[in-house]
């Protein structure tokens, strides 16, 4: 007779009592320090990414190696085991923070900006793109790694190059008060465009870096996709809905939690089954619930908003910045790299904002706003470089690098937009060209507040009143 057994019956070791203590102390010491620095950078006016990004530095190789190298070995030892224990953890935070800035793309915006917001949206995605593969090939002789493909690596780095940031945007816009401004409008349609792009190439990198680089091999992950849209668009879309709206028929908020962390989990579990990364089923379920969502599923699930924010993203921020070496940058070649990445990846959205612009009719002060807004990477250059280091992709020197790009560019914004918008007639909902498409627009349609949250994500749930005032955005 065959019995059939598994992993929770078998008689397996339980894990080590050190493994597991130094496994709550890293969680204490990471997310401690996240928090702390990260209010920190927002009493300086930066985003609280950057002083979480700031915590996994310190403790990392760039400081607490180099100061206490005892120290470090046993908080941090090179054991797979235990780095797998903590990376657990940051992809749970991950996947559920690119499930909730999916749900609040506001595709009714995108619509309405259509025309204009494609033609700036291609031209930002594509140069940077082809600006990035260019650098790749140029760099890869120095810093890829010696197993990648050059097809592979210099494909990454440009798709590193070109995608935005939903959640950094939106906080950049409700600081400055342009959530409502036309030109605030465009830069979120616009980033919606090149982050639902940027997703699907990573998907598709990543696949090729697993398959390789024929032409069967790069057909075989285009036909997943269009396997994985089409369940999305289909299925996905039926069961998404029956299943939240099962769940908001409770009038407790455990029900539509359970419902969303179960429908986002699963959702990459399908993408990772396909051959995709995680996240981007993750994100395509949370475009499919932020769709038929309302106010009381926004309030029911304000408590994992909550959870996401204050321990799962810090955490996941801080493991990103522990894998910084800023040592490597010591390496005069390997700074010259970096300038001329940060040169080209900031140039290419430049560029591509003036030259959308110019196909969809827009001033010059308009397209050096929205070049400002675009510009900025954050979280997803940040969740995309993790997945390149963990694939193998980059080595750790192109990895900080890619995060120190992912770091400057969000501080860029505000001071350029600052000197757009003052040379832009008119006042909100207003456009400096008259035959510019925004000229005489008016504030954000339906789900415009659907921003706040995505915002939310990269600086956290912060001061009470300060949320008020962005829900009131």
Same mark, same amino acid.
């Given at each position: 007779?065959?019995?059939?057994?598994?992993?929770?019956?078998?008689?397996?070791?339980?894990?080590?009592?050190?493994?597991?203590?130094?496994?709550?102390?890293?969680?204490?010491?990471?997310?401690?320090?996240?928090?702390?620095?990260? +209010?920190?950078?927002?009493?300086?006016?930066?985003?609280?990414?950057?002083?979480?990004?700031?915590?996994?530095?310190?403790?990392?190789?760039?400081?607490?190696?180099?100061?206490?190298?005892?120290?470090?070995?046993?908080? /941090?030892?090179?054991?797979?085991?235990?780095?797998?224990?903590?990376?657990?953890?940051?992809?749970?935070?991950?996947?559920?923070?690119?499930?909730?800035?999916?749900?609040?793309?506001?595709?009714?915006?995108?619509?309405?900006?259509?025309?204009?917001?494609?033609?700036?949206?291609?031209?930002?995605?594509?140069?940077?793109?082809?600006?990035?593969?260019?650098?790749?090939?140029?760099?890869?002789?120095?810093?890829?790694?010696?197993?990648?493909?050059?097809?592979? /690596?210099?494909?990454?780095?440009?798709?590193?190059?070109?995608?935005?940031?939903?959640?950094?945007?939106?906080?950049?816009?409700?600081?400055?008060?342009?959530?409502?401004?036309?030109?605030?409008?465009?830069?979120?349609?616009?980033?919606?465009?090149?982050?639902?792009?940027?997703?699907?190439?990573?998907?598709?990198?990543?696949?090729?870096?697993?398959?390789?680089?024929?032409?069967?091999?790069?057909?075989?992950?285009?036909?997943?996709?269009?396997?994985?849209?089409?369940?999305?668009?289909?299925?996905?879309?039926?069961?998404?809905?029956?299943?939240?709206?099962?769940?908001? +028929?409770?009038?407790?908020?455990?029900?539509?939690?359970?419902?969303?962390?179960?429908?986002?989990?699963?959702?990459?579990?399908?993408?990772?089954?396909?051959? /995709?990364?995680?996240?981007?089923?993750?994100?395509?379920?949370?475009?499919?619930?932020?769709?038929?969502?309302?106010?009381?599923?926004?309030?029911?699930?304000?408590?994992?908003?909550?959870?996401?924010?204050? /321990?799962?993203?810090?955490?996941?921020?801080?493991?990103?910045?522990?894998?910084?070496?800023?040592?490597?940058?010591?390496?005069?070649?390997?700074? $010259?790299?970096?300038?001329?990445?940060?040169?080209?990846?900031?140039?290419?959205?430049?560029?591509?904002?003036?030259?959308?612009?110019?196909?969809?009719?827009?001033?010059?002060?308009?397209?050096?706003?929205?070049?400002?807004?675009?510009?900025?990477?954050?979280?997803?250059?940040?969740?995309?470089?993790?997945?390149?280091?963990?694939?193998?992709?980059?080595?750790?020197?192109?990895?900080?690098?890619?995060?120190?790009?992912?770091? $400057?560019?969000?501080?860029?914004?505000?001071?350029?937009?600052?000197?757009?918008?003052?040379?832009?007639?008119?006042?909100?909902?207003g456009a400096l060209h008259p035959a510019s498409p925004l000229h005489g627009v008016g504030?954000?349609?339906?789900?415009?507040?659907?921003?706040?949250?995505?915002?939310?994500?990269?600086?956290?749930?912060?001061?009470?009143?300060?949320?008020?005032?962005?829900? +009131?955005?």
């Amino acid at each position: 007779m065959n019995t059939l057994t598994t992993a929770a019956v078998l008689p397996l070791d339980p894990l080590e009592p050190h493994t597991l203590l130094v496994f709550l102390l890293q969680i204490g010491a990471l997310l401690g320090l996240a928090l702390a620095l990260g +209010r920190l950078a927002r009493r300086l006016g930066m985003p609280a990414i950057v002083g979480e990004l700031a915590s996994g530095v310190l403790l990392g190789p760039s400081f607490l190696t180099q100061a206490a190298p005892g120290l470090a070995g046993w908080l /941090f030892p090179p054991d797979a085991l235990q780095m797998h224990l903590l990376d657990a953890v940051g992809q749970l935070g991950v996947l559920l923070l690119v499930g909730f800035t999916g749900m609040h793309l506001d595709l009714k915006l995108a619509r309405r900006h259509g025309g204009t917001a494609t033609a700036v949206g291609t031209a930002a995605l594509l140069l940077p793109l082809a600006l990035g593969v260019w650098l790749g090939y140029a760099m890869s002789g120095r810093l890829k790694p010696p197993a990648v493909d050059t097809v592979t /690596f210099a494909c990454f780095i440009g798709v590193a190059m070109c995608v935005s940031s939903i959640p950094v945007i939106g906080r950049v816009l409700v600081d400055m008060k342009l959530m409502h401004h036309t030109v605030g409008q465009l830069i979120l349609v616009v980033a919606t465009i090149d982050d639902a792009v940027g997703w699907l190439l990573v998907s598709v990198v990543t696949a090729m870096a697993t398959t390789g680089v024929g032409a069967h091999e790069i057909a075989t992950p285009l036909w997943h996709m269009a396997v994985l849209l089409l369940v999305v668009c289909t299925v996905g879309r039926w069961t998404v809905h029956r299943v939240m709206s099962w769940a908001g +028929r409770s009038a407790s908020p455990g029900n539509t939690i359970a419902a969303t962390v179960i429908l986002l989990v699963l959702s990459g579990a399908g993408a990772q089954a396909l051959g /995709f990364e995680a996240v981007f089923g993750a994100f395509l379920c949370g475009i499919l619930i932020g769709v038929r969502g309302s106010a009381d599923q926004t309030r029911k699930l304000e408590p994992l908003n909550t959870t996401v924010l204050s /321990f799962l993203s810090p955490l996941f921020f801080a493991l990103a910045g522990l894998r910084i070496d800023l040592t490597s940058l010591a390496d005069t070649t390997v700074a $010259l790299w970096g300038l001329a990445a940060l040169v080209i990846a900031v140039a290419g959205k430049f560029l591509g904002a003036f030259v959308g612009g110019a196909a969809g009719r827009l001033s010059r002060w308009e397209a050096l706003a929205l070049g400002a807004g675009i510009n900025a990477r954050g979280v997803v250059q940040i969740v995309i470089a993790v997945i390149g280091l963990r694939l193998g992709l980059l080595t750790p020197a192109m990895y900080s690098i890619i995060v120190l790009i992912a770091i $400057l560019t969000p501080l860029m914004a505000p001071p350029i937009l600052r000197f757009a918008m003052k040379r832009m007639e008119g006042t909100a909902g207003g456009a400096l060209h008259p035959a510019s498409p925004l000229h005489g627009v008016g504030s954000t349609g339906a789900r415009g507040e659907g921003a706040t949250p995505a915002a939310a994500a990269i600086d956290g749930p912060g001061d009470p009143r300060e949320r008020q005032t962005a829900d +009131r955005a």
